[in-house]
């Protein structure tokens, strides 16, 4: 038994995420999730590592809501986010705390009235710039205080557009700007931003003379693209350094000595060409150099090395995340992990070694050191829960000879099992990290087979690999995910007789494609999924992004819903209400057409083989602890029904 094979313990491990390195590298900090008392909710905290990878991690901070986004300011002291509930407020915005190297007990450093969102510390001097929202009419802190004070007094929750986008993710945009701020005052560095700091990241020079941000700039229509803009913190005067039609200019990292800046340059895609992705650099007072022009993979993070004599970056590659360095005069990429594991969180520190995070479908996110010589050696913190089976890699060839690899657990034992087929979202992505929602392990620890397919369109295998499915999602992808089953049902350890395939986002839309398709599979599962793309692309929250592919032609060629009266196969359908990634709108269209026009409609009595769990209070992901426990227990219900012909047994708390 592991802890794999009880819901209630697997939910109750500890979970690491996010990294912080002092400027001297001398102290390392991550946050550590863990269920509240109820089982209801994670809660976050900080806890100190053993940069030397000796001692044991000790936690440092106990909020009853937690702490999170750890940063350290020039003199060691750490800054965090937290929500600390008064007397008066019942549910106050996260503000900025800071806890003193020299010790003693935390306090507020900055609140707002509409919360702080981010902050970044300069490495060689004490100064802090903060990200946080104020109401377009406000003039200030104080003017903003006492407008959101009446809104909420009159119960004012109405919102007045003057442009695109409107929502994101789960949460509705505006009235607020997320504007940036200079700590000290606090002092407002970007008056009148509207909506260009919305969801975009921006780092502050070691001496904090300046910040450098991507910005929002809209374009024709509902068109939104992003450049670079460098702001003077004592002046807040504001420039565009960088702006380039048709590209996005994102996540800027400025050179420790202050002299470039590097970031990401990602393409507009067109109906018949992907976006890419590549690295950058600018020399201040030059025009920007692309880096490793030939370099076959995307840049995911990047970071200067303190003597800002390379750029340490990340990038999907073959079912993995390697570390890689990067010339910045040459351009030069040297690979500097070799094993099966995604970096994340990467935080060079001085003496050339490097802080990360680092996971595979073998171990959870765990943090490490990487010394120069390539040595790697892992930080106490938690232990890796022991696996329920083994993983294993299978490599499927596609009908034009493209090499179509796969993870694939099998449980314990020496039975066939039957086969989950486990379909990635993005559709831009790569099963190469741990995923806690999307966890092969609890299906096999109940006896299945996962097999988790990076077909076309996955990154990680260079850029016509992520053609080979551009505008036709239907096509290739499918045709992959087909021959990736294939070769697994070889597999000794796999039941072929006894097959389900699920997904979510993009992976619930190859799912309802797959429906559509074939009836080789005895059950399918699809979350979060697409169903109609004309109804889709322009109700997303981000629909410009998706009009770039995803052309009238394209969505009636490739569109699920036109082939709903050949699903002959019994199909789950999840989502919840606050998705605004994929609208609840594609799952109450496909369940309505389940029931009224598949191969497999609702009888007389209006009864189906087809169920719908729907989340009135989830987003595009299940985050709730006791919904995400519901969410494996239908699963594993509806597969053991359709798979095993077990008696359905679906959880008490659904009623």
Not at 248 to 269: K, Q
Not at 319 to 333: L, N
Request: hydrophobic share 40%.
């Amino acid at each position: 038994m592991t802890v794999f094979d009880d819901l209630d313990q697997y939910l109750a491990l500890p979970r690491i995420s996010g990294l912080a390195v002092s400027p001297d590298g001398s102290r390392v900090v991550t946050t550590v999730s863990t269920l509240n008392g109820n089982s209801t909710e994670f809660v976050s905290a900080i806890w100190e590592l053993d940069p030397s990878g000796t001692d044991p991690a000790r936690r440092l901070t106990h909020g009853v809501k937690g702490e999170s986004a750890p940063v350290f300011t020039a003199c060691g002291d750490l800054l965090f986010l937290a929500v600390r509930p008064g007397d008066d407020e019942d549910k106050p915005p996260a503000a900025l705390w800071r806890l003193p190297a020299a010790g003693g007990e935390a306090h507020e450093f900055l609140a707002m009235p509409g919360g702080v969102t981010g902050a970044a510390s300069a490495r060689a001097a004490e100064v802090t710039v903060a990200a946080a929202p104020l109401l377009p009419s406000s003039s200030g802190v104080d003017d903003d205080k006492a407008a959101r004070e009446a809104r909420k007094k009159n119960k004012v929750l109405a919102i007045l557009h003057t442009g695109y986008p409107v929502r994101h993710w789960d949460h509705d945009l505006g009235p607020d700007q997320t504007h940036l701020f200079d700590t000290d005052g606090p002092r407002d560095l970007t008056t009148e931003p509207g909506a260009a700091l919305r969801e975009t990241t921006f780092d502050l020079s070691a001496d904090g003379d300046f910040v450098v941000t991507s910005w929002r700039v809209p374009g024709p229509g509902a068109g939104v693209r992003l450049v670079l803009v460098r702001i003077d913190r004592a002046t807040g005067e504001r420039t565009t350094i960088a702006d380039q039609p048709g590209v996005d200019l994102e996540h800027p990292a400025i050179a420790p000595d202050g002299s470039a800046v590097a970031f990401t340059r990602e393409t507009h895609s067109t109906p018949t060409e992907p976006p890419r992705i590549t690295l950058c650099c600018m020399r201040f007072g030059d025009d920007p150099v692309q880096l490793a022009g030939d370099w076959d993979r995307w840049p995911s993070s990047l970071a200067w090395t303190p003597d800002s004599s390379a750029l340490i970056v990340t990038a999907d590659d073959g079912g993995r995340g390697p570390i890689f360095s990067v010339d910045p005069a040459s351009g030069t990429v040297t690979r500097l992990t070799d094993d099966d594991f995604t970096y994340t969180d990467v935080r060079p520190a001085p003496g050339g070694v490097i802080y990360a995070l680092r996971s595979s479908y073998a171990v959870p996110p765990h943090p490490i050191r990487l010394d120069p010589d390539g040595t790697v050696t892992a930080l106490p913190c938690l232990d890796a829960p022991e696996l329920p089976g083994t993983l294993t890699e299978v490599t499927a060839t596609a009908t034009d000879g493209t090499p179509i690899r796969s993870w694939l657990t099998v449980p314990e034992g020496d039975e066939p099992a039957p086969l989950v087929l486990w379909i990635h979202g993005g559709p831009l992505g790569s099963w190469n990290s741990w995923h806690w929602r999307w966890n092969p392990w609890l299906l096999t620890a109940q006896g299945y087979a996962v097999l988790m397919p990076d077909p076309g369109l996955s990154t990680g295998y260079g850029q016509d690999f992520i053609a080979r499915g551009w505008g036709s999602w239907g096509g290739d992808p499918y045709t992959d995910l087909m021959a990736a089953t294939d070769a697994a049902c070889t597999h000794p350890r796999v039941d072929a007789s006894r097959t389900a395939a699920m997904g979510g986002s993009f992976g619930g839309y190859m799912a309802n494609w797959i429906a559509g398709h074939t009836n080789r599979f005895d059950a399918i599962v699809t979350h979060a999924s697409l169903w109609a793309l004309d109804q889709f692309g322009p109700t997303t929250d981000g629909a410009y992004w998706w009009a770039r592919e995803m052309t009238p032609e394209m969505a009636r060629r490739n569109s699920p819903h036109r082939f709903v009266a050949d699903i002959a196969t019994p199909m789950l359908v999840i989502h919840g209400d606050k998705d605004y990634r994929v609208p609840i709108g594609e799952a109450l269209r496909l369940w309505y057409e389940l029931l009224s026009d598949s191969g497999l409609p609702a009888d007389e009595n209006g009864e189906s083989p087809h169920r719908f769990l729907y989340y009135p209070t989830e987003n595009h992901w299940v985050l709730a602890p006791q919904h995400a426990k519901i969410w494996y227990q239908v699963v594993t219900a509806f597969l053991g029904e359709h798979l095993r012909g077990e008696r359905v047994q679906y959880p008490e708390l659904l009623g």
